[in-house]
């Protein structure tokens, strides 16, 4: 069992930057690969980004790539979202999620989420 509790949302300005973090409990967190989602008002929730459980494999959606940056620290047992020149449309509550298989960028795939953080990025 993994439990993941979300933190660092909060109002930026388009064009600022905000870390997120994920932190876990339990041993065997570095043995789960880490996921990123997002979930605006009314709309689906989307795949960020990913993490391999041991942190050297990393994929992006496309529309965050080349701005966000996902890293881990399994020593802390915590998963980074940086997360660099915000846009308005970035604007949602974001969550994390653990799942022990890699490349899943569906949330029926994972199989642990924590509460989510809220991001708003105004105009």
């Known amino acids: 069992q993994v439990q993941l509790v979300e933190s660092g949302g909060g109002l930026v300005q388009a064009g600022g930057s905000l870390r997120l973090s994920c932190a876990a409990s339990g041993r065997t967190f570095s043995s789960y690969a880490v996921g990123w989602f997002r979930q605006a008002p009314g709309k689906e929730r989307d795949f960020v980004a990913a993490?391999?459980?041991?942190?050297?494999?990393?994929y992006y959606a496309d529309s965050v790539k080349g701005r966000f940056t996902i890293s881990r620290d399994n020593a802390q047992n915590t998963v980074y979202l940086q997360m660099n020149s915000l846009k308005p449309e970035d604007t949602a509550v974001y969550y994390c999620a653990a799942d022990v298989t890699f490349w899943n960028t569906s949330p029926d795939d994972y199989d642990y989420w924590g509460q989510g953080t809220q991001v708003t990025v105004s105009s």
């Open positions: 993490i391999s459980w041991s942190g050297k494999t990393t």
